[in-house]
């Protein structure tokens, strides 16, 4: 019985080369719109919102995007767009600068603070429009009703999550992606593989879901290589976006599990970007949940062309398969080619272990022990045969 | 290359049983919704309606649904809807409720004629919010920018399709399906089957749409007959619902192709209904259209279980396997078991082949013989082996 699902979807999508230009269409009788622009993207841009600059519109721009998003980035940027009043917020860039301008968007007008819509369901409206463009393939942040954030004094991330949050456009242009470095494209590739593969082992998988889930392991698998080695491939830059969408369009209804959870102290505590954690863990958190997970994990192996005889063997085949590539695209391996300690294995199982929301999703249930064992593993880097 | 796509969605999504009861989490601060309900559906409705007259929304609520929807009967519902002056506008029912709901919802204030937005892109703006609940699985219409009219003076159907029309809300709640009558889950039902078959054989198709419409292929073709012998069977009901929602998101970018193109003369002229109509000219259509569309026509093969040794033998075992589908689920298989006579023929080419906005769309191009040589075989019934 294919159980009940709420999907919660931009009510347009623009995808595909050269959507940019169609900013425009979307911002019909609309007099001022707040920018929140990636630094490096802002030149590729500006040529867009300079013409709707020329069409009367009142424009105001920040690039005051900090990685990873500490809660005080967020809240300077509330006075100057409170002040400017927007009647639509555009957050042009990855996770980071999406993520915070969808909280910009829900929380400028001072209704709310930052604490008041921390988890799931407490954000009360949004009175402005919303368009996210994205400039990474990706986090998928410009489907979703996710953003997060991370608290600098509790060294710990956590997330808003709320339909108000989806973006009204989302415009996915693989032009934006192209000068995008090699290692941006490998760890933001690498989240969007995690995004479908968590969605799809999921606890709460979805028929609905899995249909986009593994579509999108199919075109990141065979494409995220050829943009890491020639980043000027639009054709792969085009799969991997499209990709990185259906990854995005999985973390609404099902969203994420273990590795997402065991990847936040990877973030909050020592800074590791939120793709490259998600990228070490992956192998490991997989090897963890194969017992309950064969079944699923040799469809993915047949999806990415290394099915075995017997379902366990194509099971680990795909395990191996993933490492392969994020091997491949120059992701380091280990914790300790992080540059962490063996030491912290323990400060990252106290941290990971409070992510309930995301942990209660996994495949196989996690204790504190596991953690430490899935830490230990990836500290070392090595997956058994 | 992919190439780029414009995807227009209700914002929510709500699909599976009991869904219905959502209805009242979309009407937050709404103090006045008009519903326009198929007659035989109301009852199963009623309760939630009542809920939301005791939260003291103000309701008015009309059965005057008209299959396959006369300009007329359009028109009689602006003047007591604009009296009433909704905020939100709920169209609950089949493909002719919810067309006539979405018109409603753009016109009823008088500020565009009907005249004024037959065909793409023509409605100026939409100012009340617009929930659709299907009954059926159906049109998809759900979740179309696409409203179908006869204009009964020209004896044609004439589309609207407009962005303006995709429902803020739809609402996909199998449990409404289970009284259907099972010759009307048959025929739309094939409805449902032909819209996919013609999204993903279409000129325009998209690997974004391909994805929904063979996984719609297959929901529909494994329990469309399950649905047509026990109408209560809630699993295969919901799995038709699921594809029935697929084949309506392949609408909007991709949409139908000379199925519904030869359609339209058989609902216009001769009142067919819709899904009947397009269930007897699929065969026929699909075996015209073979030479361009083997390697497609495989693929549906081996997802219909049907697949042989040749590509080409493959596409024949599709066409007559969705033949047999609609034989088994008691629809008429030829023009001649609906009542037409040989000589009708001629006066259907002659209407099908000024359905330019469709027949553009086939794969293969048609031309008025074309159209004939189709009419004529649909008309004895029999398929070629």
């Given at each position: ?20 230009t ?91 603070s ?15 429009k ?5 400039t ?24 808003v ?19 995008l ?20 082992t ?159 999703n ?7 022990d ?13 997956i058994?045969?």
């Amino acid at each position: 019985m294919i159980k009940e699902l709420t999907l919660n979807l931009p009510s347009t999508v623009e995808f595909g080369a050269g959507k940019l230009t169609t900013l425009m269409n979307h911002l019909n009788g609309i007099k001022r719109v707040f920018f929140l622009i990636d630094a490096p993207v802002k030149d590729k841009v500006l040529p867009v919102i300079e013409e709707l600059e020329r069409q009367g519109i009142q424009i105001l721009i920040s690039t005051d995007v900090v990685p990873e998003p500490p809660i005080y980035a967020l809240e300077n940027l509330f006075a100057p767009v409170k002040e400017f009043a927007p009647e639509c917020v555009v957050g042009i860039g990855g996770g980071s600068a999406i993520d915070l301008a969808k909280l910009v968007a829900v929380l400028f007008d001072g209704k709310q603070s930052v604490a008041d819509v921390i988890g799931i369901g407490n954000v009360a409206c949004r009175n402005v429009k919303l368009i996210a463009v994205s400039t990474t393939s990706g986090t998928g942040s410009e489907v979703t009703p996710i953003a997060v954030l991370t608290d600098t004094e509790m060294k710990l991330k956590k997330g808003v999550v709320s339909r108000y949050l989806v973006p009204d456009v989302a415009i996915i242009d693989p032009l934006l992606t192209l000068s995008l470095p090699a290692a941006v494209t490998a760890a933001t590739g690498m989240d969007a593989l995690t995004h479908c593969l968590e969605a799809y082992t999921n606890r709460n998988a979805h028929p609905i879901v899995d249909n986009l889930a593994l579509e999108g392991i199919r075109l990141i698998a065979f494409n995220m290589e050829k943009c890491v080695t020639d980043g000027t491939d639009i054709e792969a830059r085009t799969a991997l976006a499209l990709g990185s969408f259906y990854g995005g369009l999985c973390l609404g209804p099902v969203n994420t599990a273990a590795v997402h959870a065991l990847a936040y102290p990877l973030g909050g505590e020592f800074k590791i970007s939120h793709g490259v954690s998600n990228s070490v863990l992956l192998p490991f958190v997989m090897q963890f949940n194969l017992s309950k997970c064969i079944e699923k994990y040799a469809v993915v192996a047949k999806i990415l062309g290394v099915e075995k005889e017997s379902q366990e063997n194509s099971a680990k085949a795909a395990i191996h398969r993933i490492r392969e590539i994020s091997d491949k695209c120059g992701i380091p391996g280990s914790l300790k080619d992080l540059g962490l300690k063996e030491s912290d294995v323990e400060t990252l199982s106290q941290g990971a272990i409070k992510v309930t929301r995301l942990l209660q999703n996994n495949p196989r249930e996690i204790t504190i022990d596991d953690a430490r064992f899935i830490f230990s593993n990836a500290y070392k880097g090595i997956i058994e045969r």
